[in-house]
């Protein structure tokens, strides 16, 4: 069983950075598509930004040009560099392969973005 287990969440001032990891435990993680994915409290949730096998990427245009996500094959992990944070982003952040699947949420990292 793939276990994901996401961290470097924290809290934040607006505009401030954080950087995300996410760890994925299977052998085959350079065979998927990765994506991070967010959900704000009472809010459903939502992809933010995914990367293919071959390094492509997309995004939220809601955070087009603030976020960049990347991965390390080697290490099996998939990160999120947050740059220029504003309060709409606090939210659970969680990795899962794209699309997702719905037994590989794990617990998510909580980003909060309050001065």
């Known amino acids: 069983q793939v276990q994901l287990v996401e961290s470097g969440g924290g809290l934040v001032q607006p505009g401030g950075s954080l950087r995300l990891s996410c760890a994925h435990s299977?052998?085959?993680?350079?065979?998927?598509?990765m994506g991070w994915y967010r959900q704000a409290p009472g809010k459903q949730r939502e992809l933010v930004a995914r990367i293919s096998i071959g390094g492509n990427t997309n995004y939220a245009d809601s955070v087009k040009g603030r976020f960049t996500i990347s991965r390390d094959n080697a290490k099996n992990t998939v990160y999120l560099q947050m740059n220029g944070l504003k309060p709409e982003d606090t939210a659970v952040y969680y990795c899962n392969q794209y699309p997702a699947l719905n037994a590989y949420w794990g617990q998510g990292t909580q980003v909060t973005v309050s001065s």
């Open positions: 299977g052998s085959r993680f350079r065979f998927f598509t």
